[in-house]
């Protein structure tokens, strides 16, 4: 509704560089069920903590898709093609509490 969609972003906030593979993939999985049970939709976004996708990228797109996502966010907000994208390194724009939204677009 009104345009806004809760996706998963993980269950501590860690950053995924400093994990196993089996912590990255309990953050993915947890995170991921925990919102579609309490919002009773299917999650299918992730946004990485600061950014960090791991130190493997091909494992990290593994345990992405082994948990169910079809798409991954970095933290960055510049313009970029959709059809050319990785999308499980996808841009974004940073919210915070000082996040101006109207100011943040109108730099894309």
Do not use: W
């Not at 953050?27 to 069920?33: A, G």
């Not at 299918?44 to 091909?58: H, I």
């Amino acid at each position: 509704t009104n345009n806004i969609s809760i996706q998963s972003h993980g269950v501590s906030h860690s950053h995924f560089s400093k994990l196993t593979n089996d912590q990255q993939l309990f953050e993915l999985t947890e995170s991921k069920n925990i919102l579609e049970e309490k919002l009773k939709k299917k999650i299918t976004f992730f946004s990485f903590p600061y950014g960090d996708d791991g130190v493997d990228k091909n494992e990290m797109r593994n345990l992405l898709l082994q948990s169910g996502y079809q798409a991954a966010c970095l933290y960055s907000g510049s313009v970029f093609d959709p059809a050319n994208a990785n999308p499980f390194r996808l841009e974004r724009i940073a919210v915070g509490a000082d996040t101006i939204i109207e100011k943040a677009l109108s730099n894309i």
